[in-house]
C-alpha cells in the first residue's frame, strides 16, 4: 500500500461505529481553502448530554441537559479558539492551555508538553490536538498525547508538521474502533480527500458518523487569499 494513499473519509467513518472523537485538518482540492473539522461521539448517557455552540472565537460545548449531568471535567471545553492568525482545534481544555502559551510568544509543542492522556482509566482516552497557522502563509500541525501501557503509567507525546497539500487532510482520532477498554489510535494521521463543497463534505461526514453514537459535527473553510471562512455545524440534541 502506498504511503500517499489517500482515503475518503466518509468510507472510513462508515466502517467505525466508534472512532470517538476526531479531527480532520487540510487544504481544499482547489487549494483555495484550508480546511478543518471536528466532531464528538459518546457511548454514555453523560457523554451524549452535550452539544456544540458558536462563540466569538470558535465553539464550546455545553451540556444539553443540564439536569442529567454527572461528571462535567471532560465533557465541557472549547474545542475551536483562534488567537491572532492561529486556529486551534482540540478534543479538551488542552485547547485552553494551547492558547494560553501562545498568549505568552510559547509554542504548540511547549503547550502540550504539560498535558498527558485523559485520567478515564482504564480508556485512558489520548486527547488530540491541531493547530493551523496563517502566518505567511498556511500550515498546520498535529499532536497527540496517549498513555504509554495500558496501566497509564507514562504519557507518550507525538507530534506532525505538514505543508498543505491540494485536495489532502489529516485525519486524527481518538479510538482504533469500539471495545472495553476502548482502542486507543496508533499510527500517524489518516490521508483523506477534501473536496471544495464545504457543505456536501459536511452532511456526507455526518450522514456517516455512527448514528448511536454521534453527538456533534463542526466543520469549515477558511479562505487563503481573503481570509473568509464559512463554517456548518451539527447538532444531534436539538432544543
Not at 497557522?133 to 495500558?150: H, V
Amino acid at each position: 500500500m502506498s504511503v500517499y494513499k489517500v482515503d475518503q473519509l466518509p468510507e472510513l467513518l462508515k466502517t467505525n461505529t466508534y472512532p470517538g472523537r476526531g479531527i480532520v485538518v487540510g487544504l481544499t482540492e482547489d487549494g483555495e481553502n484550508a480546511f478543518f473539522a471536528y466532531f464528538i461521539m459518546g457511548r454514555s448517557e453523560n457523554s451524549r448530554n452535550r452539544i456544540f455552540s458558536k462563540t466569538e472565537d470558535g465553539i464550546i460545548i455545553y451540556p444539553f441537559d443540564e439536569s442529567k449531568v454527572e461528571d462535567p471535567s471532560l465533557i465541557i471545553y472549547s474545542p475551536v479558539r483562534k488567537i491572532n492568525n492561529t486556529l486551534i482545534v482540540t478534543n479538551g481544555d488542552q485547547t485552553d492551555t494551547v492558547y494560553d502559551f501562545m498568549a505568552n510568544g510559547k509554542s504548540f509543542e511547549e503547550a502540550l508538553n504539560t498535558r498527558a492522556f485523559e485520567p478515564d482509566a482504564p480508556n485512558f482516552t489520548p486527547r488530540i490536538s491541531a493547530a493551523m497557522d496563517f502566518n505567511g502563509g498556511y500550515t498546520y500541525k498535529m499532536n497527540i498525547c496517549k498513555s504509554a501501557d495500558a496501566e497509564g503509567s507514562a504519557c507518550n507525546r507525538y507530534n506532525w508538521a505538514y505543508v498543505p497539500t491540494k485536495g489532502v487532510g489529516h485525519f486524527l482520532h481518538t479510538y482504533n474502533g469500539d471495545g472495553n477498554p476502548i482502542p486507543t489510535f496508533t499510527g500517524e494521521p489518516e490521508r483523506v480527500f477534501v473536496p471544495n463543497n464545504l457543505e456536501a463534505f459536511a452532511e456526507e461526514i455526518w450522514n456517516n458518523l455512527n448514528a448511536n453514537n454521534k453527538i456533534s459535527l463542526y466543520v469549515g473553510q477558511i479562505n487563503l487569499k481573503t481570509g473568509e471562512e464559512k463554517t456548518v455545524m451539527y447538532n444531534k440534541n436539538k432544543a
